[in-house]
């Protein structure tokens, strides 16, 4: 066999191609069945790996290879500004690239004004450079987040599993906001404002702090990226930050700009400082703890201190556009949306736990966003590029479009996953109840994109009603949708801010009071007027306890709640006979398709009839105490309207 083999001119022994070798001068055997390789080191093998990215188009009226340097040079200069101190008017010296690689950019930017008087302007951080890393791709934070952030692995589905630290929900009475002329009579404050007031001048110290933080690093990561999809009322947004964690978050939460649109980003119309890693001065002026969050509207600025949870950056956002867009006469809303094939949209409103990102995730129809929109004469504009979802308990069958989104690219927050197969155990709590998944609204196949849609048709408010009396379902005049919008009744669930384990009774003016700078029958004035000229109705849905209040009734089947949305898309609801509660005097439905009827009259569900009507008017007592803070603001030209909203409350 082997003496055939070898006869045999293009087959070696046991069938292998045989290796030709060819005799040169020099006397040396060469392999020539391949091609000579190019590099002639390892260091030269590794530069062929990567090739340059293409050019962009070209600047305006620059043309050739100095269009990208000019484009480069003008970028750091945006940046070493954003950067600047205010104590020393000079920004640092910045240099694109990681400061690890040895190809990193050597092109340095630095804004020195001469007449700034070298004894202030000369200190250790305006000696050194600054390595911006800008608008870096998915794959490239990863490979930052893994090399340099401990806690940073790959899930076995391809998310990067990663820790938010010590905070692991939001820090709401950490968050605050400027007090100023431009403040001072626009915005909510006061008993029940989530608006806690800090000066000008303390602002001014902790930017300081964090600006300070960040120049000391060897590198930034700086994200240019947009808020709302609604091309005339977008918002150019800056995300200054540290962590490869909080550059790739932000790269999935916002709009992801083009290279076109990345060139001709300019100045940005507000900016994130994000030195989560350094605390605050407790010795500070209105500080309370090392956490602080602070908003200086006039400025511009937002600047993030003590606190690693990316969610703060997200909502702290979703807060400045409550004040940017009502100034525009659009209205902001803390929603999710979705559209029908037939193009019929649904708003749904809902805090944390009561099921608005699952609800308005619905693979029948097309998704808008899960969490923050604007309502404009152009219809409804998702605000954001991705989705934040809860990840407790999360499974394949409950929720599979959230699950298929946890892929390369999403961001895992808080999860335990086991140590060796990185499979993620969604129901493990050890870190925190609030884990979460950040992930480009595209990972959601149906995902309509751009994301925007026309006016909505239903209204649906969305409550986890911890007492178990409010109905499953039930059809709101336009006076008791003002009257449910403006009190935003749920039970906070476990998990989703620091501090709460049990559910228990809240309210939320406008399902989302943590946000909103204004004060809220402004928002409710205006969805009245958009509903009313639009056609729209309202539903109240409760996603909690039916037969009994927590801990001793049972949760609502999602399922259940999953054909009552299908019912008010399909317009079947609006058809349906109606009878009255006594209390609420809400409508509610006597059949709905595939949901059994005894539910729908929650007294009903209730073996002890006497707890049910004592635990019915308990929650009409808080509901009246809640609302009594509204009163005194009128809504509208007259009083009429709020007259109306006040007689859609509970009646004894």
């Known amino acids: 066999m082997a003496a055939n083999g070898m006869n045999n001119g293009a087959t070696g022994r046991n069938g292998l191609a045989k290796i030709h070798t060819e005799k040169r001068a020099d006397e040396v055997c060469h392999d020539d069945s391949t091609t000579p390789m190019k590099a002639q080191t390892i260091d030269e093998l590794h530069s062929l790996?990567?090739?340059?990215?293409?050019?962009?188009?070209?600047?305006?009226?620059?043309q050739g290879p100095f269009a990208e340097e000019e484009r480069t040079k003008q970028q750091l200069q945006s940046i070493s500004a954003s950067l600047a101190s205010l104590t020393r008017e000079t920004g640092p010296k910045v240099v694109r690239g990681d400061?690890?690689?040895?190809?990193?950019?050597?092109?340095?930017?630095?804004?020195?004004?001469?007449h700034v008087s070298p004894t202030i302007s000369v200190s250790d951080s305006s000696l050194k450079f600054?390595?911006?890393?800008?608008?870096?791709?998915?794959?490239?934070?990863?490979?930052?987040a893994i090399k340099y952030e401990k806690g940073s692995f790959i899930s076995s589905s391809g998310a990067l599993a990663t820790l938010s630290g010590a905070k692991t929900g939001r820090s709401p009475k950490d968050k605050r906001v400027v007090r100023?002329?431009?403040?001072?009579?626009?915005?909510?404050w006061g008993k029940g404002s989530p608006n806690i007031e800090m000066d000008e001048q303390t602002f001014m110290v902790n930017r300081e702090r964090a600006v300070d933080y960040l120049n000391s690093l060897d590198k930034v990561f700086v994200n240019d990226q947009f808020l709302n999809w609604d091309p005339q009322n977008r918002i150019k947004v800056r995300i200054v930050s540290a962590r490869a964690y909080h550059s790739l978050f932000m790269h999935n939460m916002c709009i992801r700009p083009t290279a076109e649109e990345l060139e001709n980003f300019g100045t940005p119309d507000f900016t994130i400082y994000n030195a989560g890693q350094f605390p605050c001065n407790r010795y500070t002026h209105y500080m309370t703890s090392s956490t602080s969050i602070d908003l200086n509207l006039a400025r511009r600025e937002m600047v993030i201190l003590g606190t690693q949870y990316a969610g703060e950056m997200k909502k702290g956002l979703f807060s400045v556009m409550h004040y940017l867009?009502?100034?525009?006469?659009?209205?902001?809303?803390h929603s999710g949306c979705n559209m029908g094939k037939d193009g019929d949209v649904a708003l749904f409103f809902g805090l944390s736990g009561?099921?608005?990102?699952?609800?308005?995730?619905?693979?029948?129809?097309?998704?808008?966003?899960?969490?923050?929109?604007?309502?404009?004469?152009?219809?409804?504009?998702n605000i954001e590029g991705g989705c934040y979802a809860k990840c407790i308990d999360l499974s394949r069958e409950k929720e599979p479009d959230i699950w298929n989104a946890i892929k390369f690219g999403t961001v895992l927050e808080n999860v335990?996953?086991?140590?060796?197969?990185?499979?993620?155990?969604?129901?493990d709590k050890s870190v925190t109840e609030n884990t979460r998944a950040a992930y480009p609204i595209e990972y959601i196949p149906n995902a309509k994109i751009p994301c925007v849609a026309s006016h909505p048709k239903n209204v649906i408010l969305l409550a986890c009603d911890a007492f178990g009396v409010l109905p499953p379902v039930s059809k709101l005049t336009l006076a008791q949708t003002m009257y449910h919008f403006i009190s935003g009744y749920t039970a906070l669930v476990a998990g989703t801010e620091e501090g709460i384990k049990e559910p228990q009774a809240t309210f939320s003016a406008c399902f989302g009071a943590a946000f909103i700078m204004l004060h809220p029958t402004k928002y409710a004035a205006m969805l009245a007027e958009k509903m009313q000229k639009h056609g729209a109705t309202g539903w109240l849905v409760n996603t909690g306890w039916s037969g009994g209040r927590y801990g001793s009734g049972s949760r609502i089947k999602l399922a259940y709640t999953r054909k009552i949305i299908d019912a008010i898309h399909s317009g079947s609801l609006l058809k349906a006979e109606y009878k009255r509660t006594e209390v609420f005097g809400l409508e509610i439905p006597t059949a709905v398709e595939g949901v059994p009827s005894d539910i729908l009259e929650p007294m009903n569900t209730w073996k002890d009839k006497k707890a049910y009507k004592e635990t019915l008017l308990k929650l009409g007592g808080l509901f009246k105490n809640n609302f009594g803070g509204f009163v005194a603001h009128k809504i509208g030209k007259d009083d009429k309207l709020t007259d109306e909203i006040l007689a859609a409350g509970p009646v004894f």
């Open 99 to 114: 400061p690890a690689s040895k190809s990193a950019t050597p092109r340095v930017v630095s804004h020195h004004h001469h």
């Open 325 to 333: 867009m009502p100034k525009r006469q659009i209205l902001s809303l």
């Open 49 to 62: 790996q990567m090739k340059k990215s293409a050019p962009t188009t070209p600047l305006n009226g620059i």
């Open 354 to 381: 009561t099921g608005k990102t699952t609800l308005s995730t619905d693979h029948n129809r097309y998704l808008i966003g899960d969490d923050e929109h604007c309502w404009s004469d152009n219809g409804v504009s």
């Open 130 to 144: 600054t390595h911006v890393l800008y608008n870096l791709s998915p794959a490239e934070l990863y490979e930052q």
């Open 180 to 188: 100023d002329e431009t403040t001072e009579h626009d915005l909510w």
């Open 416 to 427: 335990v996953f086991d140590e060796h197969t990185r499979e993620v155990d969604y129901s």
